[in-house]
T-cell receptor, first 111, second 111 residues
Framework: SQTIHQWPATLVQPVGSPLSLECTVE??????LYWYRQAAGRGLQLLFYSVGIGQISSEVPQNLSASRPQDRQFILSSKKLLLSDSGFYLC??????????FGPGTRLLVL | GQNIDQPTEMTATEGAIVQINCTYQTSGFNGLFWYQQHAGEAPTFLSY????GLEEKGRFSSFLSRSKGYSYLLLKELQMKDSASYLCAVRENSGYSTLTFGKGTMLLVSP
């Protein structure tokens, strides 16, 4: 069966510091991968999605970036965090599309 | 673009039936999803409708009317554990399986 992992589970970072969140999927090949952010009182916002290694599409221009170095690995990064980057970051996969399944999420607090 | 509307909050009593509505406006519809999200956790997949009609899955059913841009999630025999946020998401008729989520409906089930 398929499983999805995210780490870390929680993170507290100062403004201006870098960020790296990792997501890995097991039990499936060539999944579509997605990064979402859920801010307090707001809906899920799609940040990035990837249909294959090295293929990244950005939905929202911001100071975040994503990379997919391996088939089942998806990384969300930032060089300098902003206060507005605080939120609940969720990775999701689909294989085959369209149903998406979410990982446990990373709760990020930028101070 | 898309516009998805759901009620912000609903309350219901244990053992009762509740209907959560979702209306959407989209340039190219290609499916509607319902997810359940408990506080502090990731969303979990409940249902997927692409054709008009009712899909039943245990205590949960989901209905879609494409001509009206309308869906509802019906929860029967409510239990306390059904207290959660219910997210409606629409898939557009594009090349990739990206979803646009509504802000969710917070359901509180009381004894």
């Amino acid at each position: 069966s398929q499983t999805i992992h995210q780490w870390p589970a929680t993170l507290v970072q100062p403004v201006g510091s870098p960020l790296s969140l990792e997501c890995t999927v097991e039990g499936t090949s060539n999944p579509n991968l997605y990064w979402y952010r859920q801010a307090a009182g707001r809906g899920l916002q799609l940040l990035f999605y990837s249909v294959g290694i090295g293929q990244i599409s950005s939905e929202v221009p911001q100071n975040l970036s994503a990379s997919r170095p391996q088939d089942r690995q998806f990384i969300l990064s930032s060089k300098k965090l902003l206060l507005s980057d605080s939120g609940f970051y969720l990775c999701a996969w689909s294989s085959p599309p369209p149903t998406q399944y979410f990982g446990p999420g990373t709760r990020l607090l930028v101070l | 673009g898309q516009n998805i509307d759901q009620p912000t909050e609903m309350t219901a009593t244990e053992g009762a039936i509740v209907q959560i509505n979702c209306t959407y406006q989209t340039s190219g519809f290609n499916g509607l999803f319902w997810y359940q999200q408990h506080a502090g956790e990731a969303p979990t997949f409940l249902s997927y409708n692409v054709l008009d009609g009712l899909e039943e899955k245990g205590r949960f059913s989901s209905f879609l009317s494409r001509s009206k841009g309308y869906s509802y999630l019906l929860l029967k025999e409510l239990q306390m554990k059904d207290s959660a946020s219910y997210l409606c998401a629409v898939r557009e008729n594009s090349g990739y399986s990206t979803l646009t989520f509504g802000k969710g409906t917070m359901l509180l089930v009381s004894p």
